[in-house]
């Protein structure tokens, strides 16, 4: 089945203690991201990635990292997570899109993360 | 600065009716926009898009027209389901540096459907 996976899907965490989200995606997708979702904000973009070892900021990059060392995997990394960052977190994946149409993303379950 | 702007935070539309849901933008460099779906607990789904240098796309029930001049969209559902009933996001595309590639997906923030049987 093709799928957009996140893990964990919950995490309650405190100040400062480094962690990881992964995301996975099985349809050989070139294009992944990283969105936010907070109450009266909507979705906002941290960081996306067109290809492994290319990654670009989004919206609100701010106190987090990314890495894409392999095609399926884009892990969100928080180095010193704060409670500013409490929030529900989605990972996205498409094709990359070279012509007129657009490529269709696929958004994982989310992951509700909340930091103490 | 918000560059997409839902200003309903929510709409009730009765079975059959037609729902629209609207949207605003103030980004010109959009190329793309994208209407997604998202119900509780899961990650939103698309839904539709339209080219910046089209007005109208149609795909069954949902039709998304596109006013350039006035930067706005918006989404038509006819005729709206109980199961439409969802949050709506409305996003605008900032092409990447390489062209036509994938850049920047920018949302609104959601205006939630309820249709009532």
């Known amino acids: 089945e093709a799928q957009v996976t996140q893990n964990p899907r919950y995490l309650i965490t405190v100040t400062g203690k480094k962690l990881t989200v992964t995301c996975s995606q099985n349809?050989?997708?070139?294009?992944m991201s990283w969105y936010r979702q907070d109450p009266g904000l909507g979705l906002r973009q941290i960081y996306y990635?067109?290809?492994?070892?290319?990654?670009d900021k989004g919206d609100v990059p701010e106190g987090y990292k990314v890495s894409r060392k392999e095609k399926r995997n884009f892990p969100l990394i928080l180095e010193s997570p704060s409670p500013n960052q409490t929030s529900l977190y989605f990972c996205?994946?498409?094709?990359?899109?070279?012509?007129?149409?657009?490529?269709?993303?696929?958004f994982g379950p989310g992951t509700r993360l909340t930091v103490l | 600065d918000q560059q997409v702007k839902q200003n309903s935070p929510s709409l009730s539309v009765q079975e059959g009716r037609i729902s629209i849901l609207n949207c605003d933008y103030t980004?010109?460099?959009?190329?793309?926009f994208l209407w997604y779906k998202k119900y509780p607990a899961e990650g939103p789904t698309f839904l539709i898009s339209?080219?910046?240098?089209?007005d109208k796309n149609e795909d069954g029930r949902f039709t998304v027209f596109l006013n350039k001049s006035a930067k706005h969209l918006s989404l038509h559902i006819v005729p709206s389901q109980p199961g439409d009933s969802a949050v709506y996001f409305c996003?605008?595309?900032?092409?990447?540096?390489?062209?036509?590639?994938?850049?920047?997906?920018?949302f609104g923030k959601g205006t939630k459907l309820s249709v009532k049987p």
């Open positions: 339209i080219s910046s240098i089209k």
């Open positions: 990635s067109m290809n492994v070892e290319v990654t």
């Open positions: 349809m050989n997708h070139e294009y």
């Open positions: 996003a605008g595309h900032v092409p990447g540096g390489y062209g036509g590639s994938q850049g920047n997906l920018i």
């Open positions: 996205a994946s498409s094709f990359l899109r070279t012509s007129a149409d657009w490529s269709e993303q696929f």
């Open positions: 980004n010109s460099m959009f190329d793309y």
